[in-house]
């Protein structure tokens, strides 16, 4: 019965795979996504619910609490109404917590959670990267018996990597290899800029200056969207003969801005930006030509101020482009990319991520391995509960 249900579930998991695919690489309809979103994560639900149902599984039992580490993180969101629809569908006993970016809020809720019978729990821990928050909740699962999956922020850094998944036996990760996303957006600028190298290079000195929106120090997604994209861009520019970007302040050491309340918010990059405008600018000669950030959200704030400033107000405007990359791929960003104000984003598969977990949950309520019927997706070499949802690249066209 399990191996039927594991192999339905397969079936299902590769047809969302590709259909989440298709999607990223058209923006004839980017306005649309939104509500596309949702329809597909409820259709993808039923499928996997009548799986469920075929092949027997109880899922009366399960208890399932999920931790978002904030409600205000746009893709986080996404994710959040994929799963609400798979759990939904599953017809699983659920409640969603908001822990509002505090690791002392996450502990304390997931306390209540397992006082009021929770045996699944689904962690997006706010500590991204730190042995220390993720084993403290592990030790708090295990003490219960309680099942737990941990996605999208990192649990464990390259020092300490399988030292949290390899301490219970009932606990795995859904997420992203973290390096690729760096690796993929580098690769899209790199690109970008040897085709448009003139046009971005607005003083015409033959260097593009750049600028760099970090989310949150610490974390293992921005650190190595941060270190990737330049390095791989930058590997592009000097084969095809250019010189490396060179970034904006030569005061900043670190090379980068980032979000000093790790929220990767767009309100921060936008302070940044505007400030930045105030003083690099093209009167001064010194204009910002190229902008990178960690997420959407960001990039989003970047551009409302470089509209400000008259610059990326859409196709069919007299208005000057800076180049503006994200990560994410959210709706809202889709439709910069349409409308000429944004260049390109690093898709994330909020519908992917949702659709695994959801496997794990009907694997922890009928009692089998976590990882259980999650071949269609990219496991670690090494930690072989330590899944990963491959990102894609989004440019529109």
Known sequence: MKKKLMAILLCVTMTAAMLAGCSSSSS???????????????????????????AGVDLADANVAVFYYT??????????????????????????????????????QVDTALAQGANILIVNIVTSGSVDASQAIVDKASAKDAYLIFFNRA????????????????????????????????????????????????????????AMMMGQLGNAEAIYRTQYSVEDANAIL??????????????????????QDGAWSATAANNYMTTNLSQYNETNGNMIELVICNN?????????????????????????????FGVDATDAAKQLIADGKMVGTIMQDAEGMA???????QNAASGAALTDGTDAYNADPDIANKIYIPYGTYTGE
């Open 155 to 210: 649990v464990e850094d390259d020092n300490t990597a399988g030292q949290v998944l390899g301490s219970y036996d009932k606990v795995a990760f859904v997420g992203t290899d973290a390096p690729e996303a760096g690796h993929m957006q580098g690769a899209m600028i790199g690109e970008y800029l040897v085709a448009n190298y003139d046009t971005v290079d607005l003083n015409g000195d033959g260097v593009i200056s750049y």
């Open 71 to 108: 409600y205000a993180d746009t893709y986080i969101s996404s994710v959040r109404t994929a799963l609400d629809a798979q759990l939904d569908a599953l017809g699983v006993t659920y409640q969603n917590y908001d822990s509002n970016n505090s690791q002392t809020t996450q502990n304390e």
């Open 28 to 54: 004839d309809d980017a306005a649309a996504d939104s509500a596309d979103t949702a329809d597909t994560a409820e259709e993808e639900a039923e499928e996997v619910a009548d799986a469920a149902e075929d």
């Open 296 to 324: 959407d959200g960001m990039a989003e704030g970047v551009i409302s101020a470089l509209n400000v400033a008259g610059y990326n107000l859409g196709t069919g405007e007299d208005s000057t482009l800076i180049p503006v």
């Open 355 to 361: 659709s695994c977990i959801s496997i794990m949950t």
């Open 238 to 259: 000097t084969e095809a003969g250019y010189p490396e970007l060179e970034y904006f302040d030569a005061s900043n050491a670190d090379k980068y801005q980032v979000d």
